[in-house]
């Protein structure tokens, strides 16, 4: 898993958060989109946990290319914005599970698990859509 953020306080609480599971290992942390794109073409992880508003290039955007070149990695969205458009924008760049950064470690861990089986996961936060509007935003 790699975990996309440009807050360093951010990566260390979730880098401890993710620790605590033995079913995860983080293998690359980075803070720019950038670098994001760079670690997931090298290490093609199965989970990538972006940052909707990363520096440089948005998490959106980062989402997009990761999913055109490695179309099997798994992108989840994470951001402080509760805006609904974040969530379609995520969803129609590739990702395919969304949190934000209030999510407790339960949903967190929930979320990996259900994205990791091919599922879709939005954090109770964001639950305001049903699966016929997810299905819209993905362009299903």
């Known amino acids: 898993m790699i975990f996309a ?10 880098k401890f ?5 033995l079913r995860f290992s983080l293998i690359g942390e980075c803070d720019t ?36 070149n490695c179309p099997d990695v798994k992108v989840i969205g994470l951001s402080f914005d509760k805006k609904p458009e974040f969530l379609e924008k995520m969803f129609k760049a590739g990702a395919t599970g969304y949190l934000t950064k209030i999510s407790g470690p339960e949903e967190i861990f929930k979320a990996i698990v259900e994205v990791q089986q091919g599922k879709m996961f939005i954090c109770k936060e964001m639950s305001i859509f049903n699966q016929s509007e997810i299905n819209k935003m993905k362009g299903n």
Do not use: C, F
């Open 5 to 14: 953020d440009n807050h360093p306080l951010i990566r260390k609480a979730w």
């Open 17 to 21: 958060i993710l620790s605590q599971d």
């Open 33 to 68: 989109g950038e670098q994001a794109i760079e670690l997931a073409l090298r290490l093609y992880p199965d989970i990538v946990i972006m940052d909707v508003h990363l520096q440089g290039m948005s998490g959106i955007e980062v989402t997009w290319h990761i999913k055109k």
